[in-house]
Nanobody, 120 residues
Framework: QVQLVESGGGLVQPGGSLRLSCAASGSFVSINVMGWYREAPGQHREPVAT???????NYADFVKGRFTASRDNVKNTVYLQMNSLKPEDTAVYYC??????????????WGQGTQVTVSS
């Protein structure tokens, strides 16, 4: 079984920074796209950033210039550096991975989520 485990969330003041990590473990061939999503209370889960295995990134407009996604393919870990945080960034942040289990099997996995709270 494949597991994605996030870490790095917490409470931060507006304007502050946090770095989230998500490590994948288990039995798989490779991981294609990895991404970060967030879900605020009463809101739908929304994409924040995605990064391919070659390092190409895409960001939601509301985080462009503030958040940076990166990954370490050796460690099967994806990161989200969040700067200039705003109260509206408060949400549970989830990691997602498009995991190749075998040559012919591709499946999405989600982490358990990590809470990010931006408040003074």
């Amino acid at each position: 079984q494949v597991q994605l485990v996030e870490s790095g969330g917490g409470l931060v003041q507006p304007g502050g920074s946090l770095r989230l990590s998500c490590a994948a473990s288990g039995s798989f061939v490779s991981i294609n796209v990895m991404g970060w999503y967030r879900e605020a209370p009463g809101q739908h889960r929304e994409p924040v950033a995605t990064i391919t295995s070659s390092g190409s990134t895409n960001y939601a407009d509301f985080v462009k210039g503030r958040f940076t996604a990166s990954r370490d393919n050796v460690k099967n870990t994806v990161y989200l550096q969040m700067n200039s945080l705003k109260p509206e960034d408060t949400a549970v942040y989830y990691c997602n991975g498009e995991v190749r289990l075998t040559r012919s099997s591709l499946r999405d996995f989600w982490g358990q989520g990590t809470q990010v709270t931006v408040s003074s």
